[in-house]
């Protein structure tokens, strides 16, 4: 097989369109299109249904396609290998990364990567945890960082790097406030029934944050005031004295008008570094993780060392 041509077939399903899958391979249209009819011709099947904007895999497209990505995965973890073996720093690393938190890492590790490993490409992109599992699965992603728990696990590997507890934070003006307590103080727990007279900030549905606080109410209702994608918004409209908020222990500020408690069923998620399984991971990557739970575990540690 042309493992070219692989590449070139990949892309064209993967935009869904000839055009633009071209403009990505930096080939002319006819090109590309010559090198599918020569495939098509090949095969005697037909991989594409045609249409102007939306090119769908037929049966033997999604066959052709399924395998040609085994095919490319084969051939980078055998390069990964091989690199590992003669100590190459060369290749290219894919990275999935959550909003806010996931970037915040990076930005904080990468230097530190770059500096051993000055030749290795990365390509972070920003994902949601359920796109990160899907591009994980689909073979188009290296790593990915997530944070869920653990009933949330595909079939993917998973490697721990650290488990933190969501947290209430209430305003410092909220009647219960001064039972509170601020960062790095043990924390009471309470019953988030004390709250049903209260407004709260959340994360929009389809995050993790948001399932886990659905999990906690059950049956129970409690006054949305606020959904939103961040978690610094969730600390700052607590901040601000407008709501309550339930958020992950590391998004907690040692802030003068913001209290904390411990959550009577004690909610926790996991942080993980995940990749395909079967896939191998190379040392360069292998050293990101490393690296990337360095941070997240002295950055919990340092807020919450009685929690």
């Known amino acids: 097989m042309d493992l070219k041509q692989l590449e070139y077939i990949i892309k064209i399903a993967e935009e869904k369109n000839i055009t633009r899958a ?11 299109n010559q090198q599918l009819l020569k495939l098509e011709k090949e095969l005697g099947a037909q991989l594409f249904v045609r249409s102007r904007a939306n090119w769908q895999l037929t049966r033997a497209g999604e066959i052709y396609i399924e395998n040609a990505k085994s095919i490319m995965r084969i051939k980078k973890d055998t390069y990964n290998q091989i690199n590992d073996l003669l100590e190459k720093q060369k290749g290219k690393i894919t990275i999935g990364l959550t909003h806010e938190r996931g970037y915040e890492m990076f ?30 699965m689909a073979g188009n992603l290296d790593l990915g960082f997530l944070t869920l728990q653990d009933h949330q696990k595909t079939k993917d590997e998973y490697i721990p ?7 209430l934070a209430v305003p410092g003006s909220h009647p219960l406030a001064h039972l509170g307590a601020a960062v790095g103080d043990t924390l009471p727990e309470i019953d988030l029934q004390h709250f049903h007279a209260d407004s709260f900030a959340i994360m929009q549905k389809g995050s993790t944050l948001r399932d886990l606080f659905d999990q906690l109410i059950s049956e129970d209702e409690l006054n949305i005031l606020l959904e939103t994608k961040s978690c610094h918004n969730l600390f700052t409209m607590v901040a601000e004295g407008i709501c309550c908020s339930v958020i992950p222990a590391i998004y907690a500020k040692d802030h003068h008008n913001v209290k904390y408690f411990s959550i009577r069923q004690k909610p926790t998620w996991n942080i993980y570094a995940s990749y395909k399984k079967g896939s191998y991971l190379s040392l360069p990557a292998k050293e990101f993780i490393h690296y990337a739970s360095f941070y997240w575990n002295k950055k919990c540690n340092t807020l919450w060392n009685n929690l």
Do not use: D
């Open 22 to 32: 071209a403009e990505k391979l930096f080939i002319t249209q006819s090109a590309l």
């Open 107 to 136: 930005a904080s590790v990468y230097p530190i990567f770059y500096k051993k490993f000055p030749h290795i490409k990365i390509e972070p992109y920003e994902l949601t945890v359920r796109q990160q599992q899907h591009e994980i």
């Open 161 to 167: 790097i650290c488990k933190e507890e969501i947290i």
